[in-house]
Protein backbone atom coordinates (compact mmCIF):
# COMPACT_ATOMS: atom_id res chain seq x y z
CA UNK A 1 0.00 0.00 0.00
CA UNK A 2 1.23 3.58 -1.15
CA UNK A 3 0.46 5.71 2.15
CA UNK A 4 -0.31 9.54 1.22
CA UNK A 5 2.55 11.69 1.50
CA UNK A 6 1.32 14.96 1.14
CA UNK A 7 -1.96 14.88 2.29
CA UNK A 8 -2.64 17.83 4.81
CA UNK A 9 -0.09 20.20 2.79
CA UNK A 10 -0.69 20.16 -1.16
CA UNK A 11 -4.79 19.02 -0.02
CA UNK A 12 -6.41 18.42 2.86
CA UNK A 13 -6.03 15.63 4.71
CA UNK A 14 -9.30 14.57 5.90
CA UNK A 15 -12.51 13.33 3.35
CA UNK A 16 -14.57 16.04 4.75
CA UNK A 17 -12.52 18.89 3.91
CA UNK A 18 -11.28 17.21 0.90
CA UNK A 19 -14.14 16.71 -0.62
CA UNK A 20 -14.91 20.35 0.79
CA UNK A 21 -11.59 21.75 -1.53
CA UNK A 22 -12.53 19.97 -4.49
CA UNK A 23 -16.20 20.91 -4.60
CA UNK A 24 -13.95 24.38 -4.90
CA UNK A 25 -11.76 23.73 -7.71
CA UNK A 26 -14.30 22.05 -9.45
CA UNK A 27 -17.18 25.38 -9.18
CA UNK A 28 -14.92 26.92 -11.91
CA UNK A 29 -15.60 24.57 -15.01
CA UNK A 30 -18.20 22.81 -16.45
CA UNK A 31 -18.46 18.85 -16.78
CA UNK A 32 -18.12 18.50 -20.47
CA UNK A 33 -16.32 14.88 -21.51
CA UNK A 34 -14.38 14.61 -24.64
CA UNK A 35 -12.45 12.31 -26.70
CA UNK A 36 -9.36 13.33 -24.28
CA UNK A 37 -6.01 10.36 -25.56
CA UNK A 38 -3.64 12.74 -23.13
CA UNK A 39 -3.87 16.10 -20.58
CA UNK A 40 -1.55 18.02 -18.91
CA UNK A 41 -2.76 18.85 -15.49
CA UNK A 42 -0.55 21.29 -13.04
CA UNK A 43 0.37 19.56 -9.21
CA UNK A 44 0.90 22.52 -6.63
CA UNK A 45 -1.20 22.76 -3.74
CA UNK A 46 -5.08 22.67 -4.51
CA UNK A 47 -5.42 26.57 -2.72
CA UNK A 48 -3.30 27.55 -6.21
CA UNK A 49 -3.63 25.42 -9.09
CA UNK A 50 -6.74 22.99 -7.98
CA UNK A 51 -8.94 24.91 -10.32
CA UNK A 52 -7.40 25.12 -13.64
CA UNK A 53 -6.57 20.99 -12.98
CA UNK A 54 -10.00 20.99 -12.40
CA UNK A 55 -11.16 22.04 -16.02
CA UNK A 56 -8.84 19.02 -17.03
CA UNK A 57 -10.74 16.37 -15.03
CA UNK A 58 -14.11 17.64 -16.39
CA UNK A 59 -13.20 17.20 -19.57
CA UNK A 60 -11.57 13.81 -19.09
CA UNK A 61 -14.04 10.71 -20.15
CA UNK A 62 -14.61 7.71 -18.30
CA UNK A 63 -12.03 5.14 -18.61
CA UNK A 64 -10.40 1.47 -17.61
CA UNK A 65 -7.44 2.93 -17.19
CA UNK A 66 -5.29 6.21 -16.19
CA UNK A 67 -1.31 6.03 -16.71
CA UNK A 68 -0.39 9.42 -15.04
CA UNK A 69 3.49 10.38 -15.76
CA UNK A 70 4.91 12.75 -12.82
CA UNK A 71 8.75 14.03 -12.31
CA UNK A 72 10.74 12.81 -9.49
CA UNK A 73 11.25 15.78 -7.60
CA UNK A 74 12.85 13.72 -4.85
CA UNK A 75 15.95 11.91 -6.65
CA UNK A 76 14.55 8.70 -4.58
CA UNK A 77 14.52 5.31 -6.82
CA UNK A 78 14.94 4.39 -9.90
CA UNK A 79 15.05 6.84 -12.76
CA UNK A 80 11.94 5.52 -14.53
CA UNK A 81 10.05 4.04 -12.51
CA UNK A 82 6.46 2.13 -12.52
CA UNK A 83 4.80 1.23 -9.22
CA UNK A 84 2.09 -1.70 -8.87
CA UNK A 85 0.94 -0.65 -5.29
CA UNK A 86 -2.62 0.12 -4.26
CA UNK A 87 -2.33 3.94 -3.95
CA UNK A 88 -4.16 5.24 -0.51
CA UNK A 89 -6.09 8.84 0.09
CA UNK A 90 -8.27 10.60 2.06
CA UNK A 91 -11.16 9.30 -0.64
CA UNK A 92 -10.34 5.62 -0.55
CA UNK A 93 -8.08 3.12 -2.04
CA UNK A 94 -6.43 3.25 -6.02
CA UNK A 95 -5.67 0.12 -7.39
CA UNK A 96 -2.60 0.22 -10.12
CA UNK A 97 -3.19 -1.75 -13.04
CA UNK A 98 -0.49 -4.41 -12.27
CA UNK A 99 -0.93 -6.23 -15.70
CA UNK A 100 -0.58 -2.90 -17.41
CA UNK A 101 2.15 -2.23 -15.52
CA UNK A 102 4.08 -5.71 -15.90
CA UNK A 103 3.78 -5.08 -19.62
CA UNK A 104 6.12 -1.73 -19.35
CA UNK A 105 8.51 -2.98 -16.77
CA UNK A 106 12.06 -3.72 -18.65
CA UNK A 107 14.13 -1.66 -20.52
CA UNK A 108 14.23 1.93 -19.53
CA UNK A 109 11.60 1.59 -16.86
CA UNK A 110 11.59 -0.28 -13.59
CA UNK A 111 9.38 -2.09 -10.99
CA UNK A 112 10.37 0.43 -7.76
CA UNK A 113 7.77 1.23 -5.66
CA UNK A 114 10.49 3.97 -3.32
CA UNK A 115 10.62 6.49 -6.49
CA UNK A 116 6.59 6.77 -5.72
CA UNK A 117 7.06 7.18 -1.74
CA UNK A 118 7.33 10.75 -1.01
CA UNK A 119 6.84 11.92 -4.64
CA UNK A 120 3.45 14.51 -4.71
CA UNK A 121 3.45 14.68 -8.37
CA UNK A 122 1.09 11.88 -8.92
CA UNK A 123 -0.30 11.85 -5.69
CA UNK A 124 -2.27 15.02 -5.94
CA UNK A 125 -3.65 13.81 -8.82
CA UNK A 126 -5.75 10.80 -7.42
CA UNK A 127 -8.35 12.73 -5.44
CA UNK A 128 -9.44 14.72 -8.64
CA UNK A 129 -9.96 11.32 -10.65
CA UNK A 130 -11.74 9.79 -7.06
CA UNK A 131 -14.04 12.81 -6.90
CA UNK A 132 -14.97 12.93 -10.55
CA UNK A 133 -15.22 9.37 -10.73
CA UNK A 134 -17.77 7.04 -9.30
CA UNK A 135 -16.72 3.91 -11.66
CA UNK A 136 -13.87 1.50 -10.69
CA UNK A 137 -10.81 2.93 -12.61
CA UNK A 138 -7.07 1.44 -12.11
CA UNK A 139 -3.90 3.63 -12.33
CA UNK A 140 0.20 2.93 -14.00
CA UNK A 141 1.83 5.71 -11.98
CA UNK A 142 5.21 6.53 -13.33
CA UNK A 143 7.78 8.81 -11.91
CA UNK A 144 10.50 10.25 -14.23
CA UNK A 145 13.57 11.23 -12.68
CA UNK A 146 15.19 11.12 -16.38
CA UNK A 147 13.69 13.48 -18.44
CA UNK A 148 15.75 14.09 -21.67
CA UNK A 149 14.01 14.03 -25.14
CA UNK A 150 14.79 10.46 -26.27
CA UNK A 151 14.35 8.64 -22.75
CA UNK A 152 10.96 10.55 -23.08
CA UNK A 153 10.35 9.41 -26.68
CA UNK A 154 11.19 6.16 -25.27
CA UNK A 155 8.91 5.62 -22.43
CA UNK A 156 6.28 7.11 -24.86
CA UNK A 157 6.45 4.72 -27.90
CA UNK A 158 6.33 2.17 -25.40
CA UNK A 159 2.85 3.29 -23.58
CA UNK A 160 1.50 2.97 -27.05
CA UNK A 161 2.41 -0.39 -27.80
CA UNK A 162 1.18 -1.47 -24.71
CA UNK A 163 -2.34 0.40 -24.75
CA UNK A 164 -2.78 -0.78 -28.39
CA UNK A 165 -2.34 -4.51 -27.03
CA UNK A 166 -4.84 -3.95 -23.86
CA UNK A 167 -7.70 -3.59 -25.20
CA UNK A 168 -8.67 -0.93 -22.46
CA UNK A 169 -9.66 2.67 -22.67
CA UNK A 170 -7.16 4.49 -21.53
CA UNK A 171 -5.97 7.89 -21.00
CA UNK A 172 -2.82 9.21 -19.86
CA UNK A 173 -2.45 12.43 -17.79
CA UNK A 174 1.58 14.62 -17.61
CA UNK A 175 1.62 15.79 -13.97
CA UNK A 176 3.57 19.39 -14.25
CA UNK A 177 3.96 22.57 -12.90
CA UNK A 178 5.04 25.32 -15.24
CA UNK A 179 7.35 28.46 -14.89
CA UNK A 180 8.70 28.67 -11.33
CA UNK A 181 9.60 31.88 -8.97
CA UNK A 182 9.75 34.75 -12.11
CA UNK A 183 7.38 37.87 -12.26
CA UNK A 184 4.09 37.19 -13.08
CA UNK A 185 4.77 38.76 -16.81
CA UNK A 186 7.98 36.47 -17.72
CA UNK A 187 5.93 33.68 -16.64
CA UNK A 188 3.36 33.98 -19.03
CA UNK A 189 5.47 34.83 -21.94
CA UNK A 190 7.37 31.82 -21.19
CA UNK A 191 4.70 29.48 -20.51
CA UNK A 192 2.58 30.17 -23.32
CA UNK A 193 5.32 30.01 -25.65
CA UNK A 194 5.84 26.22 -24.51
CA UNK A 195 2.24 26.03 -25.11
CA UNK A 196 2.35 26.33 -28.47
CA UNK A 197 4.53 23.45 -28.96
CA UNK A 198 2.33 21.29 -26.57
CA UNK A 199 -0.86 22.02 -28.32
CA UNK A 200 1.19 21.31 -31.92
CA UNK A 201 2.18 18.29 -30.51
CA UNK A 202 5.98 18.97 -31.56
CA UNK A 203 8.32 17.50 -29.23
CA UNK A 204 11.41 18.73 -30.74
CA UNK A 205 10.28 22.19 -30.67
CA UNK A 206 9.18 22.21 -27.14
CA UNK A 207 12.67 21.13 -26.01
CA UNK A 208 14.38 23.63 -28.39
CA UNK A 209 12.32 26.23 -26.62
CA UNK A 210 12.93 24.91 -23.25
CA UNK A 211 16.51 25.73 -23.64
CA UNK A 212 16.05 28.92 -25.61
CA UNK A 213 14.12 30.51 -23.06
CA UNK A 214 15.88 28.55 -19.85
CA UNK A 215 12.11 27.36 -18.68
CA UNK A 216 11.76 25.95 -15.65
CA UNK A 217 8.87 23.85 -16.18
CA UNK A 218 9.20 20.76 -13.99
CA UNK A 219 7.42 17.84 -16.25
CA UNK A 220 8.43 18.46 -19.31
CA UNK A 221 9.71 14.55 -19.60
CA UNK A 222 5.81 13.58 -18.59
CA UNK A 223 4.40 16.11 -21.30
CA UNK A 224 6.45 14.56 -23.91
CA UNK A 225 5.73 10.97 -23.28
CA UNK A 226 2.18 11.76 -23.31
CA UNK A 227 2.60 13.65 -26.77
CA UNK A 228 4.18 10.75 -28.01
CA UNK A 229 2.22 8.29 -27.37
CA UNK A 230 -1.29 10.52 -27.36
CA UNK A 231 0.09 10.93 -31.02
CA UNK A 232 0.62 7.45 -31.91
CA UNK A 233 -2.92 6.65 -30.55
CA UNK A 234 -4.37 9.23 -33.18
CA UNK A 235 -4.45 12.71 -31.53
CA UNK A 236 -3.95 15.44 -33.74
CA UNK A 237 -4.13 18.30 -31.75
CA UNK A 238 -4.24 19.91 -28.11
CA UNK A 239 -6.11 22.74 -26.35
CA UNK A 240 -5.35 24.81 -23.33
CA UNK A 241 -8.55 24.71 -20.95
CA UNK A 242 -6.81 26.76 -18.53
CA UNK A 243 -4.03 28.75 -17.40
CA UNK A 244 -3.12 30.66 -13.83
CA UNK A 245 -0.43 31.63 -11.63
CA UNK A 246 -0.05 31.76 -7.88
CA UNK A 247 -0.56 35.55 -8.46
CA UNK A 248 -4.17 34.68 -9.25
CA UNK A 249 -4.24 34.17 -5.99
CA UNK A 250 -1.74 35.48 -3.94
CA UNK A 251 -1.75 38.73 -5.46
CA UNK A 252 1.80 38.78 -5.39
CA UNK A 253 2.96 38.91 -8.85
CA UNK A 254 6.64 39.00 -8.58
CA UNK A 255 7.50 35.78 -8.11
CA UNK A 256 4.86 33.40 -9.08
CA UNK A 257 4.09 29.33 -10.62
CA UNK A 258 2.36 29.05 -13.58
CA UNK A 259 -0.16 26.10 -14.09
CA UNK A 260 -1.89 25.34 -17.69
CA UNK A 261 -4.65 22.67 -18.09
CA UNK A 262 -4.33 21.43 -21.74
CA UNK A 263 -6.15 18.36 -23.48
CA UNK A 264 -4.90 16.36 -26.19
CA UNK A 265 -7.57 14.87 -28.56
Keep these: MRRPAVAGQFYPGTQKHLKRELNRCFAASVDQPKNVIGAVVPHAGYT ?5 AAHV ?3 LPQADTYVILGPNHTGVGSLVAVS ?15 EFAKQLAGGIIDLDENAHRY ?3 IEVQLPFLQYRFSHTFE ?14 IDIGNQ ?9 KRVVIIASSDFSHYVPDRIARDTDNYLIESILALYVDDLYARLVEKNASAC ?12 AKLGATRGTLLDYSTSGDVTGDTDAVVGYAGIIIE
Design 48 to 52: FSGPT
Design 57 to 59: YNA
Design 84 to 98: QDTWETPLGDVPADK
Design 119 to 121: EHS
Design 139 to 152: IVPICMGMQDEQTA
Design 159 to 167: LAQTIKKSN
Design 219 to 230: GYGPITAMIVAS
